[in-house]
């Protein structure tokens, strides 16, 4: 795009250059038609720059109104899959599993508490003399819902799949497995989805971005199958819920 510009400024620099050049040394006769043919093509080549500049930046704002919806949901999946691994021990590999625990499942609340109890080998091996060690116990002090607790009554979780924005009918890739025997998932949708409507050249531009301050790389993704993280890949001016 920058060069694209550039080359449209170098051109219109030019034009003007060679208007002047005419003014000078080109017979009065036909200096007005070749003036107005010339000053035509300097206002279309500005015409065509501005609107290079503009659609870049309708570009860039509709872009981030598109990826703040995108981010929440996949917020809502990770808080969703982080209750789901408190009582399973590991994260939904599907959303129709997901879905159905944070309208069913309960989420125990515990509470942790160190006691004395008779360490029977260290007894036996002191001939009979009574050894204590200290072990951790876990009692359940009540139950909440995810439903309630992260959605607040509110059903969009029932469609959490969806990504909301750009392509219609679009989902959310969900992948769950493990890393060195560590629970770990995924959420994410391509930028071309949630871009569909969009010029091609900006979207690809987009695919490339690293900014710490947008969403670096080709999608927008929670979690990852590739490390234990249940992180972004965006800034955090992008969310309304972090």
């Given at each position: 795009m920058l060069n694209i510009i550039i080359a449209i400024v170098a051109i219109i620099i030019?034009?003007?250059a060679i208007v002047w050049l005419i003014d000078k040394f080109?017979?009065?006769?036909?200096?007005?038609?070749?003036?107005?043919?010339?000053w035509g093509l300097i206002i279309f080549l500005g015409y065509i720059?501005?609107?290079?500049?503009?659609?870049?930046?309708k570009f860039n704002k509709l872009k981030v109104e598109r990826y703040k919806v995108v981010i929440?949901?996949?917020?809502?999946?990770r808080d969703s899959q982080l209750a789901y691994k408190e009582v399973n021990g590991e994260y939904a590999g599907s959303f129709d599993k997901l879905i159905d625990f944070v309208e069913n499942g309960k989420v125990p609340i515990t509470q942790r508490r160190d006691t004395l109890v008779l360490d029977e080998e260290r007894t036996r091996a002191f001939g009979g003399?009574?050894?204590?060690?200290?072990?951790?116990?876990?009692?359940?002090?009540?139950?909440?819902?995810?439903?309630?607790?992260i959605f607040k009554g509110n059903n969009r979780f029932k469609t959490m799949?969806?990504?909301?924005?750009?392509k219609s009918g679009a989902k959310f890739k969900l992948e769950a497995g493990k890393l060195d025997q560590i629970p770990v998932f995924e959420a994410s949708v391509d930028k071309a989805i949630i871009l569909d409507d969009q010029e091609k050249y900006l979207v690809e531009k987009e695919k490339q971005a690293v900014s710490i301050a947008g969403v670096k790389g080709e999608s927008v993704k929670i979690g990852s199958m590739e490390e234990v993280n249940t992180s972004g890949n965006w800034g955090k001016d992008l969310s309304t819920k972090e």
């Open positions: 030019s034009t003007i080109v017979p009065r006769k036909i200096k007005p038609l070749i003036n107005i043919v010339l720059t501005f609107n290079s500049v503009y659609d870049e930046i929440d949901r996949l917020v809502d999946i003399v009574e050894t204590m060690k200290t072990i951790t116990l876990i009692d359940t002090l009540s139950y909440y819902t995810v439903k309630d607790s799949d969806d990504v909301g924005v750009g």
